[in-house]
């Protein structure tokens, strides 16, 4: 697609560098020139063309069996890497599913679903609030995908009125839902990927965003939908589910090898912490948690 016959080109884009994707990076780079014009999210928050935002970090573990098969996958990957034309030590095409098969585990973490109805309890009575999680199943709720058993529990448990926002709705029905989460008639919006591109909901206040992902484009684009400006919205609220491979006070008990299969996982988890923090009002509040877990693993930025 990126033909020769255009003399004058544009690129737009709030994330510029493609994830695992260095090749593509450079190709887009070199395509369309040097980076022109750049507008900062801390610059649209202090023009007020974005909403300040409230970042806490909420911990949460893989239990033991998913921590099994989360290192069995991992031990499995690295039977696929292979050397690239460019050099490049890559997964290839097998170990690309097997990626994605451990990522789902990451994102569809039981404990997130506990951790979750602790925290909803002081909003039960609130609006504008959007609940982004996996499209994984969990396996011991009787294979039940995470965002119907969220659902049923705000609706049934807590007496909230709640949507799905998903791809498995019309375009009337979507229409509907943003309308009635407009006007408060819809408490909590639960959506998986639908309003990561394209959708525009300002009143959206607090995020509880439970879909672990490591590519910095779907993060981004999911914290700016949450700071859009709206008439009366002085702040927002992101509740970000980090996750964990195990407590960090069993970690001095691994030996190296074992570290090697659990640290990705970890840096791509503190690699958000500190993105998302960063332009936090309440920054500092993430500070002892990542001095906590780069102590624990060792880990020297």
């Known amino acids: 697609s990126l033909s020769d016959v255009f003399t004058y080109r544009l690129a737009l884009s709030a994330t510029l560098e493609r994830h695992n994707d260095e090749i593509g990076t450079l190709l887009l780079k070199q395509y369309f020139g040097e980076k022109c014009i750049e507008y900062t999210l801390k610059r649209a928050i202090e023009e007020k063309k974005l909403t300040p935002y409230y970042y806490y970090p909420v911990v949460v573990y893989l239990n033991e069996d998913e921590l099994d098969k989360y290192i069995k996958i991992t031990n499995d990957m690295f039977r696929y890497i292979k050397q690239d034309r460019h050099g490049k030590m890559v997964l290839s095409?097998?170990?690309?599913?097997?990626?994605?098969?451990?990522?789902?585990?990451?994102?569809?973490?039981?404990?997130?679903?506990?951790?979750?109805?602790?925290?909803?309890?002081?909003?039960?009575?609130?609006?504008?609030?959007?609940?982004?999680?996996?499209?994984?199943?969990?396996?011991?709720?009787?294979?039940?995908?995470?965002?119907?058993?969220i659902t049923r529990i705000?609706?049934?448990?807590?007496?909230?009125?709640?949507?799905?926002?998903?791809?498995?709705?019309?375009?009337?029905?979507?229409?509907?839902?943003?309308?009635?989460?407009?006007?408060?008639?819809?408490?909590?919006?639960?959506?998986?990927?639908?309003?990561?591109?394209?959708?525009?909901?300002?009143?959206?206040?607090?995020?509880?965003?439970?879909?672990?992902?490591?590519?910095?484009?779907?993060?981004?684009?999911?914290?700016?939908?949450?700071?859009?400006?709206?008439?009366?919205?002085?702040?927002?609220?992101?509740?970000?589910?980090?996750?964990?491979?195990?407590?960090?006070?069993?970690?001095?008990?691994?030996?190296s090898d074992n570290i090697k299969k659990e640290i990705s996982l970890v840096r791509n988890e503190l690699m958000r912490i500190k993105e998302f923090k960063e332009l936090a009002l309440n920054s500092c509040d993430s500070d002892k948690l990542i001095d906590d877990i780069e102590e624990a693993y060792s880990i020297y930025s």
């Open 154 to 255: 705000l609706g049934n448990e807590y007496n909230m009125n709640v949507a799905m926002f998903t791809s498995r709705e019309n375009k009337e029905d979507r229409k509907t839902r943003i309308r009635n989460f407009t006007d408060g008639e819809i408490q909590a919006l639960v959506a998986i990927k639908c309003l990561d591109e394209g959708v525009n909901i300002p009143q959206i206040k607090t995020a509880f965003i439970l879909a672990s992902t490591t590519n910095p484009k779907e993060y981004i684009q999911r914290r700016g939908r949450v700071l859009r400006v709206a008439k009366g919205k002085e702040y927002a609220k992101i509740y970000d589910f980090v996750t964990l491979p195990r407590p960090l006070y069993t970690v001095s008990q691994l030996d």
């Open 93 to 149: 095409e097998k170990g690309v599913l097997l990626a994605i098969k451990r990522s789902k585990i990451v994102a569809g973490a039981q404990a997130k679903v506990g951790k979750l109805t602790e925290i909803i309890g002081k909003y039960t009575s609130d609006t504008h609030m959007l609940i982004y999680c996996g499209s994984t199943k969990l396996e011991d709720e009787e294979d039940i995908r995470q965002i119907d058993l």
